[in-house]
């Protein structure tokens, strides 16, 4: 008999894979939403352990709001030739040259809230019935609310009143034509699980999770990285900072802590003694206390 | 370490989000950002201190209302345990919302307002963690702060809730006394209850050995997935995907399918890089049969010495979760794991009024009704009892029509 251990991580792990195989099981043309992030990275890790050694069932996805850390997209690039899968880009410079969106002005212009539109056309364009995304409760108290299947409208909106009740680990994922389910396979993780799993699986990620020199300017006492994409101006004072991010985001809106963790472990014993959540490094958060469950409900991940 | 999947009832003003949010707090789950947020609300006690109920009251509804109006799942962790707390409403409203928070939890914590002791909702969220099957109860006598800290109150209100936990089975019933909101019993023992001599309600929660994972000796492994490369070097592969609901496979054990009843052998069980030999309860894992039998999503692998039950005709618990009334003229889908089919709640045995306990004879069923019926399937189910085995002995029920979730159903008998 082999020794068994199955711990906290085993199980987190042995759930999402569930959930994933639910996704193939149950949907006809399901997707994976990939940003390049830790977490939608640790999704393609898991996706291996569900239907490898075949292929997956599902395309990645990536919302490209051309704002990009070219650290993430070169990770991207490298990761879908290793796994071999196939990658669909939704473009918000494309929304943007169709007139669909418009290019927010001002010292906080983002390209965040932009990405829903992209969002929504992708899977309008490629009739996606679920889309797979690396979001968890622990982030936000609205997601702290929300479904591991949850069923989005067909114009992308989440209703939390009119949610269906999820029980045991039976996920319904029936759908009428036009709407489409956003499934959370690391609903049940928080950001310390994500981390301890990369770990424990030798994940490799893009390199702006670790410590580097960066220039960077301070915005609503923030550090943001000095890009052409921030609306700089006089007033904003570049200077070079040892950093690294904690979320990747659009690079107008993610910002950077000081850190000197260049290894996962620093990271481990950083955030585990950190005063600051993962989101509190996310400006679009900051605009009310609402802020997140606003954004769920006009169609954002 | 592992992971405790709890949930809490309580109603409205018995102090439920205060005390998770003291959880919260206490154990430093609590980061500066949102200590700050929680600052800035406008919402404080009466002494001005923080309200730490806004943590888990994420909705705007909510908020303005102030009451919990969804299940808010929380997280925290401790050196000796991961926690994940499913935050449910308690008033009767919202008794679907309750049972969904319940149905994944291994420990239920009751609260019981020292003021009022023993009320309806008290039976009426004892007997959804009942029917639910959570086999460990922590009663938490809160607002001890407001009956002066007094041990006969306490001691009052623990025989009367004795009497309940008898008359509806409940055998792990612990009792501890707490204010979530002064923090009392909560993480460190209080200073002002030196007469209680038991655990503080965080000790408790680390120590306590719940069955995280059904314990039932019963494989089973219901097949999500057919994984077949159908590449050249690989033509031959064909993986039953799944996740092993309750007891273990090993190699060569003998197995039937159902529904088929065709038998085989395990030949081979992988996990991505890995070849175990055994695939035990809760694994997620690929499974490989020496014989090439026909397989497909919602079949069921089983040890052949024990089998589960089959039938189209069940008897079951079923909790009524949506605003349309129950039609016992339209066929409804049943999801059990994998597989779905139509079925028919063909009779209505009866209805138990949760605040009495009371069953009587019933014609309808609406939102938030509890009882029990008899079901009928287009293809027969292979289960087992909810109490031999959660997750093999429930399901659920869609309305076609609106594709929602509106029956939690709870298998205890296959009729003959």
């Known amino acids: 008999m082999s020794t068994y251990n199955f711990d906290y991580l085993d199980e987190l792990e042995a759930e999402a894979i569930h959930i994933l195989r639910e996704v193939a099981g149950q949907f006809e043309k399901p997707a994976l939403l990939f940003s390049g992030g830790k977490d939608s990275i640790t999704l393609v890790r898991l996706a291996e352990k569900a239907f490898r050694p075949g292929k997956f069932p599902f395309p990645l996805v990536h919302i490209d709001t051309g704002h990009n850390f070219e650290e993430t997209i070169s990770y991207r690039d490298k990761m879908i030739e290793r796994i071999g899968e196939r990658l669909i880009i939704g473009s918000v410079q494309e929304s943007i040259d169709q007139g669909k ?20 056309d992708t899977i309008a364009k490629h009739q996606f019935d679920a889309c797979i995304g690396g979001a968890r409760r622990d982030e936000e108290k609205a997601r702290a609310k929300e479904r591991i299947f949850s069923v989005r409208d067909e114009f992308g909106q989440w209703d939390p009143k009119r949610q269906r009740p999820e029980l045991w680990n039976i996920y319904n994922g029936k759908i009428h034509k036009g709407e489409n389910v956003r499934v959370f396979p690391i609903s049940n993780w928080t950001e310390l699980d994500v981390w301890n799993y990369i770990r424990r699986e030798k994940i490799e990620l893009p390199s702006i999770y670790f410590s580097h020199e960066r220039e960077v300017i301070t915005r609503n006492g923030q550090l943001m990285a000095a890009s052409p994409f921030l609306n700089m101006d006089d007033e904003d004072v570049v200077f070079k900072k040892q950093v690294r991010f904690r979320t990747v985001g659009d690079m107008s809106c993610t910002a950077a802590v000081e850190s000197e963790a260049t290894l996962i472990d620093d990271i481990i014993s950083e955030i585990s003694e950190s005063k600051i959540s993962e989101r509190g490094a996310r400006l679009d958060d900051k605009v009310s206390e609402a802020a997140m469950e606003d954004r769920k409900k006009g169609g954002y991940f | 370490m592992n992971i405790l999947k709890f949930f809490t009832a309580g109603s409205v003003d018995d102090g439920k989000s205060t005390l998770i949010g ?16 929680l600052q800035s609300s406008n919402r404080k006690n009466d002494d001005g201190t923080i309200d730490l109920a806004i943590l888990t009251d994420g909705l705007r509804a909510e908020r303005e209302q102030g009451i919990t109006i969804d299940v808010a799942y929380k997280y925290f962790q401790t050196e000796k345990r991961k926690f994940i707390i499913a935050d449910t409403p308690g008033h009767i409203q919202y008794t679907r919302n309750m049972v969904t928070g319940a149905s994944t939890a291994n420990l239920a914590i009751i609260l019981i307002d020292a003021r009022n002791g023993v009320v309806e909702q008290t ?19 809160n607002k001890m702060d407001m009956v002066d800290y007094s041990e006969n109150v306490y001691n009052s209100i623990i025989d009367k809730y004795q009497i309940l936990a008898q008359q509806l089975k409940l055998v792990e019933v612990n009792y501890i006394p707490v204010s979530a909101l002064k923090g009392d019993n909560i993480v460190q023992n209080s200073e002002r209850m030196d007469w209680y001599k038991g655990e503080s309600l965080l000790h408790f929660l680390e120590k306590i050995d719940t069955d995280n994972l059904d314990k039932s000796q019963l494989a089973r492994m219901p097949v999500q997935w057919v994984i077949r490369p159908q590449t050249e070097e690989l033509h031959d592969y064909r993986g039953y995907a799944g996740r092993v609901l309750s007891g273990t496979f090993s190699l060569n054990d003998k197995v039937t399918i159902l529904p088929s009843g065709a038998s085989s052998t395990i030949e081979k069980i992988e996990f991505f890089d890995q070849n175990p030999d055994v695939a035990h309860a809760g694994q997620s894992v690929t499974i ?20 589960p039950q089959e039938s ?31 079925c028919k709640i063909s009779e209505i045995l009866h209805k138990v009024d949760i605040n009495t306990l009371e069953k009587h004879a019933a014609d309808e069923f609406k939102l938030n009704d509890i009882g029990r019926v008899i079901l009928k399937t287009a293809d027969a189910l292979a289960f087992d009892l909810y109490d031999d085995n959660r997750t093999n002995g429930s399901a659920i029920l869609i309305d076609s029509r609106t594709n929602l979730t509106v029956g939690a159903l709870m298998f205890r008998a296959a009729v003959e």
Do not use: P
């Open chain 1, 101 to 120: 969106v418009i290019e927010q002005t001002g010292k906080n212009a983002s390209r965040n809230a932009l990405q829903t539109v992209t969002l929504l």
């Open chain 2, 312 to 342: 189209k005709l069940i008897e079951a618990d079923l909790c009524w979760m949506d605003a349309r009334a129950l039609d016992t003229s339209i066929m409804y889908l049943i999801q059990h794991n994998s597989k779905t089919t139509k």
């Open chain 2, 123 to 141: 039976i009426r969220h004892s007997y959804l963690v009942s029917l639910l099957g959570i086999k460990h109860i922590v009663v938490c006598i």
């Open chain 2, 22 to 37: 003291r959880l919260l707090y206490d154990t430093d789950s609590i980061l500066a950002d949102q200590l700050e947020a």
């Open chain 2, 288 to 307: 490989h049969l020496k014989d090439d039998v026909d397989i497909s999503r919602g079949d069921t692998i089983v040890n052949a010495a024990a089998l």
